[in-house]
């Protein structure tokens, strides 16, 4: 039983048309993330499911409760933004004891409420002091935020929205104004944050590394529509479409205008001319002409020699990255082809190697 149910969700401003019948389902404790370039309608669908906006058409089912009627406060549903939007008069304790009291007050009549927060103070500070505990700011209780690093309000942004204990928590690309190390601590700190709540956490961002380092699973969305929803490694092992397979990873792209037989194998022709043997056995598979191939370039190897799946290569840029070496080369036909080594290979500009590839790894996309 899905925990999040979205049903053909529809939302149109004025004529243009910004999410194209959006559905998906996400299980209680799952880091579900939607990963789409800028402009997509990401944040659309996250206001949503919080009510911020309402949507043309479509169900949102939230732990069997529709939620088309509810107003945005009745919904329970945290929010974590790039900007922090904390107190600045305000310490980090205070801040999040703000959260626990608007909470509170927002669930109780108000005799009840001002007689229990002033009877349960103790308790609320030992509440407020794990949450802070759980998301390592135990030195920072009495800090005001203007003393805080990025990384650390965005810490208190997100112990503020648990201390709520929201049904659902919508991180909309949190990390987005944070450097390259902190956004990958904060990646690791929120991921675990996930897992010791067992919280159910909708996550959005444009970035795959960021997406593919803490998902669970992951929908892609393109101008509004959401083309696969997966788990990260058949997200990036079966892309459905030309989109994904370009802006998830590096990849080899080629389109197939022709089908020859050679010595009883197909060979898939490019529009250039260059040639690939395709593996019988997914004949079934083979889509209407013209269509995309796609081969990884960590599938290309060197080592492994092979008659017919063979491809002379010019090395035309040699890129380091993170101790490995990315080559660019461009094929007879003048086509571009990318593969990865490791930095102990001793390839230089303008040679001329082999590349070999595996009939199996090559996939057909259907757009
Ligand atoms: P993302 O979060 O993926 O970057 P958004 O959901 O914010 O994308 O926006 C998707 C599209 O909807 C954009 O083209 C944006 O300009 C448009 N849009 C968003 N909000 C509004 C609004 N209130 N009025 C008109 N257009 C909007
Ligand atoms: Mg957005």
Redesign the pocket.
């Known amino acids: 039983m899905p925990y999040l149910e979205i049903k053909n969700l529809h939302?149109s401003?004025?004529k243009?048309e910004?999410?194209k019948n959006i559905s998906f389902d996400v299980s209680e404790g799952e880091l579900f993330t939607?990963l789409?370039?800028?402009?997509?309608?990401?944040?659309?669908?996250?206001?949503c499911i919080s009510g911020v906006?309402d949507p043309n058409s479509g169900e949102i089912l939230l732990d069997n409760l529709l939620l088309d009627n509810l107003p945005t406060n009745e919904r329970n549903i945290g929010l974590v933004f790039q900007e922090y939007s904390l107190f600045d008069n305000l310490t980090v304790r205070d801040n999040i004891d703000f959260a626990l009291q608007a909470k509170i007050r927002k669930t109780l009549p108000d005799i009840l409420k001002w007689k229990l927060l002033k009877k349960e103070r103790y308790r609320f500070q030992n509440e407020i002091e794990i949450i802070l505990k759980k998301v390592d700011l135990k030195d920072h209780f009495n800090k005001y935020p203007k003393q805080l690093s990025g990384g650390e309000k965005q810490r208190v942004a997100l112990a503020r929205a648990l201390i709520q204990e929201p049904k659902l928590l919508c991180l909309?690309?949190p990390l987005a104004a944070l450097d390259k190390n902190l956004k990958k601590e904060l990646q690791k700190e929120i991921k675990r944050i996930q897992r010791e709540t067992g919280k159910t956490f909708i996550y959005?961002t444009?970035d795959q590394t960021e997406a593919f380092t803490i998902s669970d699973r992951i929908a892609v969305?393109n101008n509004?529509e959401i083309i696969q929803v997966d788990t990260p490694k058949n997200i990036y092992e079966f892309p459905k479409t030309k989109f994904i397979a370009n802006f998830i990873g590096d990849n080899n792209l080629f389109k197939i205008e022709k089908i020859e037989n050679q010595d009883n194998k197909l060979v898939f022709v490019t529009d250039k001319g260059a040639k690939f043997v395709f593996q019988e056995t997914n004949k079934e598979e083979i889509p209407q002409l013209p269509f995309t191939i796609c081969l990884r370039p960590e599938k290309l190897t060197f080592k492994e020699k092979r008659l017919y799946n063979n491809l002379k290569v010019k090395l035309n840029d040699i890129i380091y990255l993170d101790g490995r070496i990315k080559i660019v080369g461009g094929l007879t036909t003048g086509e571009e082809i990318t593969t990865m080594c490791n930095s102990e290979h001793n390839f230089s500009k303008g040679d001329t190697i082999n590349l070999y590839y595996s009939e199996k790894d090559i996939l057909i996309l259907n757009q």
């Open positions: 939302k401003y004025g243009k910004i999410l939607i789409g370039p800028s402009g997509s309608g990401k944040t659309t669908i996250i206001n906006t909309d690309e959005i444009h969305i509004g």
